[in-house]
């Protein structure tokens, strides 16, 4: 079964400065990867996934994430933030033979401040 | 875009109640999932459902149970809450097409005193 660990539980960060979220999962077979945003008061939707392709995965809002096989990492980045951006973020996982069946992160937090 | 309701997003439930939580989409969806959501423990599985009154368990399914007699709707049980079940509840389904996105609703919030 996969599993998946978010590195940090909470990120403070600036307006305008990048945020970088660590991912890392479990899966001794192939997976298909998504981040998931839920901003306060609301459910979760979707912010980018991977499903095979290029490693390189660009999501809404300016985020994007690089899937690392060899590292099993799958981390999102955004090189400039809002304070918009202020919510949590859930990594998630599912093998791609079962894909109805996610395995998510913890969460983490980001807050953004002017 | 697919909408997904669930009935109340707030409740408040005294131990040993029966409790209900329901959750509406407008589209025709197979797959349906109802997770509980904790600090610090992400998203757990509680139960998902494939078709009208198929089901599956999922990773946490003690305490709960689940109904789908429609196919636009699914239900939540708590035969008898307890204050371990105060969390927060979201519904989601998934289209078919291979696209394995889950479209979730806003949430329940369940107090249990």
């Known amino acids: 079964a996969q599993s998946v660990t978010q590195l940090d539980s909470q990120v403070p960060v600036f307006e305008e400065a990048p945020v970088e979220l660590r991912c890392n999962y479990s899966?001794?077979?192939?997976?298909?990867l998504f981040w998931y945003v839920q901003y306060p008061n609301q459910g979760l939707q979707l912010l980018l996934k991977?499903?095979?392709?290029?490693?390189l995965v660009k999501g809404i809002n300016g985020f994007e994430a690089e899937f690392n096989k060899s590292q099993t990492s799958f981390h999102l980045r955004k090189p400039s933030v809002h304070i918009s951006d202020t919510a949590e973020y859930f990594c998630?996982?599912?093998?791609?033979?079962?894909?109805?069946?996610?395995?998510f992160g913890a969460g983490t937090t980001v807050t953004v401040r002017a | 875009d697919v909408k997904v309701t669930q009935s109340s997003r707030y409740l408040v439930k005294r131990t040993g109640e029966k409790v209900f939580l329901e959750c509406v989409q407008d589209m025709d969806h197979e797959n349906m999932f109802w997770y509980r959501q904790d600090p610090g423990l992400g998203l757990r599985l509680i139960y998902f459902?494939?078709?009208?009154?198929?089901?599956e368990k999922g990773d946490i399914p003690e305490g709960y149970s689940v109904s789908r007699e429609k196919k636009e709707r699914f239900s939540l049980i708590l035969e008898s809450a307890s204050t371990n079940q105060t969390s927060m509840y979201l519904c989601?389904?998934?289209?078919?097409?291979?696209?394995?996105?889950?479209?979730f609703g806003a949430g329940s919030r369940l107090t249990v005193l």
């Open positions: 899966s001794s077979v192939s997976v298909y």
């Open positions: 991977y499903l095979s392709g290029s490693t």
């Open positions: 998630a996982v599912s093998e791609s033979s079962n894909d109805y069946k996610l395995s």
């Open positions: 459902s494939y078709d009208v009154k198929m089901k």
């Open positions: 989601a389904i998934q289209r078919g097409n291979g696209a394995n996105v889950l479209t």
